[in-house]
């Protein structure tokens, strides 16, 4: 027995084993019970373990997991930083997008809003001198840009093309020494040349020193020097002083000159509307009653704006014992006065009949920039005449023509500057006495006289340019200085 | 721990004797890694630890109760982590142990090659028995492994390769 469990050993134990196993899963079957004591034992056993090796597993597992996630983080705070970065210089971007974007618009409306026809362009660069104030744009001659055109922006004018290139202009900034605007003092109706101060101001010249300028008044554009449309804002007298024998005026543009990037250039000027005159200038009040005013000398141009004369141009209020009070003309400037107005009436009515197509001054505001200037023979005979100081003709308008020779030889006869600032309107009264303008380079025409921008086109109201301008009261005060201030302006 | 070398007409066969810690600590790592690794990497669910276990001890000790017993002990441990009854996987490795002891009692299972042809072989057998006596004793239906049990039957092989070497630096050689 022995032997032949020795000799089979190998084989009864398996057996024994196997049997073992057999009846132990025999009895989970048979009875549908699990054997728990194998199980807790093994368990017992193997979950120590597992908790220890999960425990480690895990602790491994964390630190790996910690160190990368540190080096994960700082991958991504290094790309978070340089993301950071890059939307910053895009939110710049956008900044001076939308920087852009907005002046544009108020250049675009300001474009559509005014009459004349404009090129938008791009400030590129500026003068390389201290002495020179003047600006380079990125429009030239292909854009149609030629030299003395104006150029301007929503807050007020900035200067005039000086020089065109093909595909660039240089402009002069009305603060450059060397620049000039016909200007008008808004509240007082005083007309005067805008000089460059250098810096960023100019100077009102040839404002009498009797006139009452007060810091504050607006200056705007006459359109005498056939440059700028009339009626543009230029800027704020910032200080007026009495001087020798001109007022020293000293004007703050209101365009930004120093921050200019998008500018207009005027290809076709159209005068605009001034606004009325608030109140009453200090001239009218303290004008004697018992001067007649004066008869009209030169034809001016048509009202601005499109509307009548009496809409657009400001109207000086009637000095009592003037216009209002005289029922019969006494003397020959109160019946060349009637005569006018009659011829006027007439001539509205008829225009009216017409459809208003040739009414210069309802259809007032063009200013034919580009017709060439009238002879101006009469203007020196004007001013030779000893009280009277006639207008150049410096817009082109013939200076005396039709019933306005005559009145130019009456004694108290003052002149207007003729020409796109309107049929002025009666002075109320003679100025005392006129100083009379510098002796420096009369005789010469001014600058804006020449033909400077195409040949304007036709609009409804404008007068033909043949035919003879409206009759105007001429200003006291532009006579004389307009061609001495823009004569200079003609060498450059 | 004695030396066994026992001269059997022209075969002369070298027994390895294991501490009996590292047989527990090794059945017990390769039931850990086998509850463990599937956690994280569900393909490794195909591996059969264990059995790798079972036939390294049993080849190696070339004695047949040591393997039998190894492979009941290590199967039972098994059979208890799992949810079926207790007894499918202890038979199992019953059998596979003793057929391992045997093999490695008549040939020298020394060699990679031999190791990689026996473990790929007790796989089969492996799987078999389980599937015999599932279908026997709890009367489930056989599935007939696909040919996806050959490549799991050859990462077993090669596997086994890997780890009987590494065991081999804990025995010793008599």
Known sequence: MDTLFSRYRNAVVLVA??????????????????????????????????????????????????????????????????????????????????????????????RDSTPSVTVAARVIGSSASETSRVLFLD???????????????????????????????????????????????????????LRGFGGFFCQLRYIANDEKVEPGDQVITSGEDRIYPKGLPIGVVTSAKTGAVFKEIMVQPLARLNRLEEVLVVTRGVDQEIPAKPEPGPAVAEAPLAEPPPAPVSPGAPASGGKPVADTVAKPKAVPGLEGSRTKP?????????????????????????????????????????????????????????????????AGVPPAQGPLAAPRKAPPTSAAPAGNTGPAQPQSAPRKTQPKPPPSTTGQSPEGAKPQQPAQQKLP???????????????????????????????? | MKVAVRMRSDLRVEVHRFNPLLVIVASLFAILIQGYLPMWFPTTAALDLPLLVTVY??????????????????????????????????????????????????????????????????????????????????????????????????????????????????????
Request: charged content about 20%; cysteine-free; aromatic content about 8%.
């Open chain 1, 17 to 110: 084993v196997l049997f073992l196993q057999l009846l132990l899963l025999a009895f989970q079957i048979k009875r549908d019970k699990d054997v728990p004591l194998i199980r807790i034992w093994a368990i017992g056993v193997i979950t120590p373990v597992e908790k220890l090796v999960s425990g480690a597993v895990r602790g491994v597992y964390g630190v790996w997991y910690d160190y990368a996630d540190l080096r994960q983080a700082r991958q991504e705070s290094q790309g978070l930083l340089e993301e950071v970065s890059r939307l910053k210089l895009e939110r710049h971007r956008l900044l001076e997008d939308a920087a852009e974007a907005r002046r544009l618009r108020a250049l675009v409306q300001f």
């Open chain 1, 139 to 193: 429009k030239g001659s292909e854009s149609g840009l030629r030299p003395n055109m104006a150029v301007i922006t929503a807050e007020g004018i900035v200067g005039k093309v000086h020089r065109v290139f093909r595909g660039t202009a240089q402009v002069l900034v009305i603060t450059d020494p060397d620049s000039g605007v016909g200007a008008l003092l808004e509240r007082s109706r005083l007309h005067g040349a």
């Open chain 1, 330 to 394: 006494e003397t020959d400037a109160d019946r060349l006065q009637d005569a006018y107005r009659a011829t006027q009436s007439q001539k509205s009515e008829a225009q009216r009949a017409l459809g208003g197509l040739l009414l210069p001054a309802a259809g007032g505001g063009v200013t034919d920039m580009a017709r060439q200037p009238p002879p101006t023979a009469a203007a020196p005979a004007a001013r030779k005449a000893p009280p009277t100081n006639a207008a150049p003709g410096s």
């Open chain 1, 461 to 492: 109201g404008q007068p033909p340019s043949d035919s003879p301008p409206p009759l105007t009261w001429l200003s006291p005060h532009s006579a004389f200085r307009i061609p001495h201030f823009f004569g200079r302006e003609e060498g450059r």
């Open chain 2, 57 to 174: 001890f049993a080849l190696s000790r070339r004695s047949q109760i040591a393997g039998l017993l190894i492979g009941a002990m290590i199967g039972l441990a098994q059979d208890s982590l799992s949810h079926g009854p207790i007894g499918m996987f202890g038979m199992t490795k019953t059998i596979v142990g003793y057929a391992a002891s045997s093999l490695g009692v008549r040939i020298d299972t020394d060699h990679a090659s031999v190791r990689l042809l026996a473990v790929f072989g007790f796989y089969y057998v492996h799987t078999g028995l389980f599937l015999i006596l599932q279908h026997v004793l709890l009367g489930k239906a056989i599935q007939i492994p696909g040919p996806r049990s050959l490549a799991v039957a050859m990462v077993h092989a090669i596997l086994a390769v890997v780890l009987f070497q590494f065991l081999d630096r804990f025995r010793k050689d008599y």
